[in-house]
């Protein structure tokens, strides 16, 4: 089980790196305006993960979904609104486990709560963060 999650997790890489991002990514881009990140969105998804184990393969699938279309923007967690229907809400989504919206929310809640301001930290970025970190626990 544990090479199936590692081929999928370099499979994802793979298709985010050819998913034709403009912006160049660098390790520690958060390292000035809120060092501790990445410590506390590992906490946060240690305990989701802790409390609720599915929430790893829901997670991962989170991503996925996330990241196959249009690249990795976080904008399968946004929800529809009016006349507007979401990436969230496409038919090929519904089945997505509310255990990977929920680690990702309350990883989002955490870097708010303990970075010097909310929103400093993209919701994509935090997607990103908690995939790398279910599949290293």
Avoid: W
Wanted: one cysteine or more; a negative charge.
């Amino acid at each position: 089980m544990g090479a199936g999650i590692r081929i999928l997790a370099a499979a994802l890489l793979a298709l985010a790196a050819v998913g034709g991002a403009t912006a160049q990514l660098r390790q520690g881009y958060y390292s000035a305006s809120c060092p501790n990140v990445e410590a506390i969105v590992q906490a946060a998804v240690a305990l989701k993960v802790q409390q609720t184990p599915v929430a790893v393969g829901a997670t991962v699938r989170l991503f996925f979904h996330d990241c196959f279309v249009q690249g990795c923007d976080a904008s399968v967690i946004i929800v529809s609104s009016g006349n507007n229907t979401a990436e969230k809400d496409h038919v090929s989504n519904l089945s997505l486990a509310g255990d990977g919206f929920d680690t990702v929310i309350k990883a989002k809640a955490a870097v708010d709560t303990q970075c010097p301001s909310p929103n400093l930290v993209s919701c994509a970025d935090i997607l990103t963060m908690a995939t790398r970190d279910v599949i290293g626990l």
